[in-house]
């Protein structure tokens, strides 16, 4: 009887709770209501800024919103213009710049890592809910758990960290801090709301989580996730908002005076492909995180157990990773598309200006993560007896893959010095320049996305013969598809030099559409075949070799350094701009770094996080010294996400 | 012969002896720079390894393990050596831009490898933290290279376009000087006209072509404006009698501005307000060339100040 | 690959095989049209010329 009181007890608080976070998950946007959501302009006298707006009842002044074109009532003041001083710019014995850079970067990798792990805790805790089979459910479970364990610690440092940014700002750069967060005061104030609302959320289902484990409890536990989730995404929606107007401003008009009009400073040009772009990078972010650590646990485990565990763990977390990956280069470009859409100017300098060595670099990582990627499910194949069956076409895959990669990484137009421009005769190689334009390239990586769905598809049937009547079938249609893919992509490619630039650019669209054909269909085709298929052997987790999980933290380590590179150019293609083509950067450090300088402060940030993070994960392995409840070595344990 | 302890001895004294011969001979060295200051910083914490090493030595006589704890503190302080090398590296050559140039090469990828090197080193000998070394040393390492990578490539730092310049009254100037002043803002050198790619301050290269056949796809090749400038004024698109009949977003340069009448007007309104008129086809993309993609040249990001605008209004 | 299909010839894989590539052969050619008709562009614009 009193378990049953408490029971429902209990259920009463959850939905309590439930409710609160609803309703404090709304706020912000009654809170921003008034601010004008829509487009007409809001009255000056709701919004946080009001206070700016002069007092006198003088006729309000009307200006054009730069972006959006639309007028509006001047509300705020227009951006200072800074000159190279203390009030404006304060020295400390080094370039601001620079310090400012190391605690945002530190800052967005943890920010990162603690909206990434969420989310992989509750496709990872749903999986758990919905598996029949009760030992697996429970193994999901407790992976689900321990993620939202290593995010707690983190979380706690990302907040300090947000302290750090903060502080640092406000020291270094008053005058830029100022100018941005008096037009940002209402999304800021919103920011730190929501901001409390996200702690409340994570530490009330991390510490729920074994009150609430049966029944419609876990339901309600799970839609937490979710709801933690939605808090944490708007959270860095609303940082994104700051950035994307830092580049690509809208709201103010051209001397930086703001219009009254909240949602256009938020919504600028640029706000959703980056959205869209981070999101996504933090899922396959946090994924390689998550694979190192598992690695980690993996090279210094004691017993075989635990090495199946972390085995397992570790290829969980890189699949997600990897799933997370295969969009991301389309998000990327539609990102760049929006760019070249605000201001050629910017796409040029990004693509083939200052910047582009960075883009040169990026593409050569972009190369070795797919090559990592395909390296670990081929050394994953150990696990499985029957797998020695494929072993031969492994060489001709990475034949394919190098190639693809040497024309992936081939410059199209580069800053060069006037003799090396006499020299090869114009900005373009007579012969290597063919492979340096978009055709090529977009030819090259869709065979290297392809290539891996192949891997993937060889990894799932590596230990199974498929029974069904129709397999024969199926087989020669997956060989025709991927044959036919391989082809029309590279004939795509080569259609492109022969057609104009207008319709060329149309190509990447049926390019696309090819890769993501043989993933879908492929996998999809692979999985229904795979029913019922006979096993040659059942994956043993943990037989995987030393080099496999080094694979792993190469694609962590990777992963880390891309995200430094990418913001690092999102950032200085700005240029000398604190504020584009509103506020100038007049300080001594407008300047733009070499790449090598980049590249070393990239480097730094990335050991820099490695090294604390690293630290995070000793403090979170001092609380189990048991590893929890595992199949036991070569029981049939299934891999995430449908696939086997 | 050949046993455990004579090897060290020998490796040891080849470090040394390569040490004091840097000493000796280059005092001023590069190298020998990198080790005071490596000295320097990290004295204190070498100290405190020397004086473990000399407490195993000859504070536990009866320990079994005495030659293997000595031999890690050895290993410890070359471990420890290289370390503080690496971050001298790191503290002298933190601000170092040049072009890496034969001679001058960019050293600070050379000391991820070196905390690379000591990395695995140590991770030989001290199997409790085994793997967190190795993992360590191997996540320098894909640093130093991708770092190495960026420091190979071509190095190019990029300064901010000074706020205000000052020119001479292009009024006072003779038409060469004029000529000379247009060449060096569009393509960044008297003379430099001829050459694809040479690009200026005012950028207009970067979509348009000069010359007879130079690549132009993101706008119209420039070659025989002059002339061709006439055919424009008379298009009816162009609509010269009345501007406010204009397709475009924005159908005059200025207020009550007009349209041009000559060629040089027609130019210099297509600078102030690329999208009073956009020849066919050249238009933003899906706007049906009732907007340009062209910036206008007064405003950023180009901006050329009013001296630079070598057009007359 | 087709090692267990006993009532299967020679003859007949090959078939199959030629079959399944006509068929991947005319889907993506489907979508080459379809991807460039949606954004307005003509995939054979190179033959109709």
């Not at chain 1, 070799?545 to 990777?558: C, D, E, F, H, K």
């Amino acid at each position: 009887m009193a378990t049953i009181t408490k029971q429902a007890r209990n259920k009463i608080w959850a939905f309590l709770a439930l409710g609160t976070f609803v309703g404090l998950l709304l706020l912000p946007l009654f809170l921003s209501l008034p601010a004008g959501a829509g487009d007409t302009p809001a009255p000056a006298a709701s919004t946080a800024s009001a206070a700016a707006a002069p007092a006198d009842a003088k006729p309000v002044e009307k200006s054009r919103d730069v972006w959006y074109k639309t007028e509006g009532p001047v509300v705020g003041a227009p951006a200072p213009k800074t000159t190279d001083s203390a009030k404006d710019y304060p020295r400390y014995n080094f370039e601001s710049r620079v310090i400012l850079w190391v605690a945002l970067q530190q800052h967005l990798y943890y920010g990162s890592f603690v909206l990434a792990v969420p989310i992989f805790c509750m496709i990872v805790e749903y999986l758990g809910v919905i598996t029949k089979d009760k030992a697996l459910s429970r193994k999901y479970d407790q992976l689900a758990y321990d993620f939202v364990k290593i995010s707690l610690t983190a979380y706690s440092i990302t907040a300090l960290l947000g302290g750090i940014v903060i502080f640092t700002f406000l020291t270094l750069y008053p005058t830029f801090f100022g100018y941005l967060s008096s037009i940002f005061r209402p999304v800021m104030a919103t920011y730190a709301l929501l901001f409390i609302a996200e702690s409340g959320t994570l530490y009330i289902y991390y510490y729920a989580w074994d009150k609430m484990r049966e029944g419609f409890l876990k339901w309600i536990h799970v839609a937490m996730s979710v709801i933690l989730n939605v808090i944490g995404t708007v959270l860095m929606m609303l940082a994104n908002s700051w950035i994307a107007f830092m580049q690509s401003p809208a709201g103010v008009d051209a001397d930086g005076r703001y219009l009254g009009n909240v949602w256009h400073v938020i919504h600028t040009t640029l706000w959703n492909p980056i959205n869209v772009h981070r999101l996504l990078g933090n899922m396959a972010f946090g994924g390689g995180v998550v694979a190192a650590y598992a690695a980690y646990r993996f090279l210094t485990a004691k017993s075989d157990e635990e090495r199946s565990h972390y085995d397992w763990m570790g290829y969980v977390a890189m699949f997600i990773g990897i799933c997370f990956l295969i969009p991301l280069p389309f998000a990327g470009y539609w990102l760049m598309r929006e760019v070249y859409a605000y201001r050629q100017q910017m796409g040029i300098t990004l693509m083939g200006g200052l910047l582009a060595w960075l883009f040169i670099i990026q593409a050569v990582m972009i190369g070795a993560l797919f090559l990592t990627a395909n390296y670990y499910l081929w050394q994953g194949m150990d696990r499985m007896r029957g797998a020695e069956r494929y072993q031969k076409y492994i060489k001709y895959m990475v034949f394919v893959l190098i190639m693809c990669f040497i024309v992936w990484l081939t410059p199209h137009t580069m800053v060069m010095t006037p003799a090396e421009l006499k020299a090869m005769g114009g900005q373009q190689h007579p012969v290597l320049g063919n492979y340096g334009v978009m055709s090529a390239k977009n030819g090259a990586i869709n065979t290297i996305i392809t290539t891996t769905v192949l891997s993937f598809i060889i990894y799932q049937r590596a230990n199974k013969i498929p029974t069904v009547k129709w397999a024969p079938y199926g087989n020669a249609f997956l060989f025709g598809l991927f044959t036919m893919a391989y082809v029309n992509i590279i004939w795509l490619a080569i259609y492109g030099y022969y057609i104009p630039a207008n319709v060329r650019v149309g190509l990447s669209v049926p390019q696309v559409a090819s890769t993501l054909s043989c993933l879908f269909i492929g996998v999809i085709l692979n999985s229904i075949m795979l029913k019922g298929a006979k096993d040659v052997g059942p994956i043993v987790w943990g037989q995987i070799s030393v080099r496999g999980q080094y694979a792993l933290i190469m694609l962590a380590t990777s992963f880390t350094w891309m995200m430094g590179l990418m913001g690092y150019i999102r950032s200085s293609v700005r240029l000398f701009w604190h504020v584009n083509e509103i506020m100038r950067d007049n300080s001594p450090w407008a300047f733009t770094h070499t790449i090598g300088f980049g590249a070393n402060m990239i480097s730094f940030n990335v050991l820099f996080f490695w090294l604390t993070i690293l630290f995070v994960f000793w403090l979170g392995s001092l609380g189990v010294k048991k590893v929890p409840a595992t199949a036991p070595v070569g029981q049939k344990v299934p891999a995430p996400a449908g696939s086997h | 012969m050949f046993t455990g302890k004579v090897l060290g001895g020998v490796t040891a004294a080849i470090i040394f002896g390569a040490i004091g011969t840097i000493f000796y001979f280059l005092p001023e060295s590069g190298a020998a720079q990198l080790m005071r200051k490596a000295f320097h910083l990290g004295w204190p914490g070498g100290l405190v390894i020397v004086i473990l090493m000399l407490y195993f030595q000859f504070g536990r006589k009866n320990d079994p393990r005495q030659g293997e704890l000595v031999f890690k503190s050895v290993i410890g302080l070359l471990g420890y050596s290289m370390l503080f090398i690496a971050i001298a590296n790191y503290a002298m050559n933190f601000n170092d831009e040049s072009p890496g140039v034969p001679g001058e090469p960019r050293f600070l990828p050379v000391s991820l490898v070196m905390f690379t090197v000591a990395c695995f080193t140590m991770a030989m000998y001290f199997k409790g933290v085994r793997v967190l070394l190795q993992i360590g040393g191997f996540m320098f390492f894909v640093a130093a290279c991708l770092a190495g990578f960026g420091n190979w490539l071509p190095q190019v730092k990029a300064d901010p376009p000074p706020a205000e310049e000052k020119t001479a009254d292009v009024r006072q100037m003779s038409v060469q000087e004029r000529a000379d002043l247009g060449e060096k803002i569009i393509f960044g050198a008297v003379g430099a006209s001829g050459t694809q790619g040479a690009i200026g301050k005012g950028q207009c290269p970067l979509c348009h072509g000069f010359q007879k056949g130079f690549l132009s796809e993101r706008a119209p090749n420039l070659f025989g404006i002059p002339t061709r400038a006439l055919e424009r004024l008379k298009d009816p698109r162009y609509s010269q009698a009345d501007p406010s009949k204009r397709d475009t977003v924005q159908k005059e340069a200025c207020p009550g501005c007009g349209t041009a009448q000559t060629a040089a007007e027609y130019i210099a309104e297509s600078h102030a307000c690329p999208n009073c008129y956009v020849v066919a086809g050249f238009g933003v993309k899906g706007s049906n060339d009732r907007e340009s993609p062209m910036p206008a040249s007064h405003k950023p990001p180009i901006a050329l100040t009013e001296l630079r605008r070598t057009h007359r209004r | 690959m087709v090692g267990q299909s006993r009532e299967i010839t020679t003859g007949m894989k090959i078939a199959i095989a030629v079959i399944s590539l006509l068929v991947a052969t005319a889907y993506f050619t489907f979508l080459d049209w379809g991807a460039m008709k949606i954004q307005g562009l003509d995939y054979f614009y190179m033959f109709r010329k």
